[in-house]
């Protein structure tokens, strides 16, 4: 049992670790800049919710393009800002970006997203040797970071064994709004008769399998007169017309954290055909009108994208599954990891001088 002197202590520093504003320095190598302006929606919407919960973020933003040179610089930059700011504590968001807080002069808490532990997949389909060096600098962040946060359990596995806290990217449901499909499709221009299936992602980028997914939809019946629709490159704020003007999403990408796509496509009640990746199996777990697919031979994807789409129907119970992903509950998830990490640090900054003076 605590002392009184010892509980009036860890009350007091509580109290400061609670009701002061917080101060973070957010680092991250995905941010919209000019060639891509619609870049990492999911990082810039939780820096939106966090400073309307009266979180102080300023943001760093860098591009690492696979260039030590492009690190180094940033790495100088951070140090720079780090002297000239105050700073409670860095939130590095993907784990090459925690690279540039090392060594660490504040506490630090890292988002990992998937795709840094898995590697980068070259244009043969294999991972590259920068794919391997990638995970060996994620891998050596994880050990010396404070705080872990991955967006799906299974991430875990590649990383060190250590606490790990499983926080998903989010959904601003204000934003994910259920419209009629016809209508959708009249404000994007796409043709009413058709069977539309979404492809979201960059077709340029291997591990997103674009060349599978036409495939796929090569394949269907010719009666069900299907089309291949990709967003890529689009406001995000025109996603949700695509998700209600499609028929299916059709998710095929080789390795995935949480992808958002799915995610947003439950919210507005889209089926989803994907093969087994990162959680998706457990996001599409009872959902009406979706499939995982056994494998990801083409035929196998093609079966299931067929008979999703003769049912026409819609995922009518997609967004009450998606529910609990409201970015402001986990937004709140976030906040109280900052709280707790400052409060340890308090606690044993007090704890240490509470000892000098006994002495």
């Keep these: ?42 990082i810039v919407r939780q820096v939106e919710f966090l400073r309307k919960a009266g979180v102080s973020v300023d943001v760093f933003s860098f591009r690492g393009a696979r260039n030590p040179l492009n690190y180094m610089r ?8 780090l002297r000239q700011g105050r700073y409670d504590l860095i939130h590095a968001q993907f784990g090459q970006s925690g690279i540039l807080a090392m060594p660490k002069r504040l506490p630090l808490v890292v988002t990992f997203r998937g795709g840094e532990v898995e590697g980068i997949v070259g244009k043969n389909g294999r991972y590259t040797l920068m794919g391997y060096v990638l995970r060996a600098v994620s891998y050596f962040v994880a050990r010396r970071t404070d705080e872990l946060i991955v967006v799906s359990a299974h991430v875990k596995d590649s990383l060190p064994r250590r606490s790990i806290h499983v926080i998903p990217s989010g959904l601003d449901f204000d934003r994910l709004l259920i419209i009629p499909q016809e209508e959708a499709r009249r404000r994007l221009g796409l043709p009413q008769s ?23 939809v090569g394949r269907l019946d010719s009666q069900l007169d299907a089309e291949l629709v990709v967003a890529w490159g689009v406001a995000h704020q025109d996603i949700p017309l695509y998700l209600n003007a499609c028929d299916a999403l059709l998710f095929t990408s080789m390795y995935e954290g949480s992808p958002n796509a799915v995610k947003e496509a ?94």
């Design 74 to 81: 940033a790495w100088l930059q951070v140090r720079k800002k």
């Design 194 to 216: 058709k069977r539309l299936i979404l492809f979201v992602g960059d077709p340029d980028q291997a591990r997103k399998r674009y060349r599978l997914a036409r495939e796929v």
């Design 1 to 42: 049992m605590l002392n009184p002197e010892e509980q009036s202590r860890r009350q007091l520093v509580g109290a400061a670790a609670t009701h002061v504003s917080i101060r973070v320095f957010m680092i991250t190598s995905e941010w919209p800049w000019p060639a891509r302006p619609f870049n990492a929606p999911f």
């Design 266 to 359: 439950l919210a507005c009640s889209l089926p989803v055909v994907s093969v087994a990746v990162g959680d998706v199996p457990e996001r599409l777990r009872d959902v009406e009108c979706c499939a995982v697919c056994a494998d990801d031979r083409p035929e196998t994807i093609a079966y299931q994208l067929e008979q999703v789409l003769r049912q026409q129907r819609r995922a009518t119970n997609g967004r009450m599954a998606v529910s609990d992903l409201h970015e402001e509950v986990l937004t709140k998830r976030v906040i109280e990891l900052y709280r707790k990490l400052l409060l340890r640090g308090l606690e044993s900054k007090h704890s240490n001088l509470f000892k000098q003076w006994r002495r």
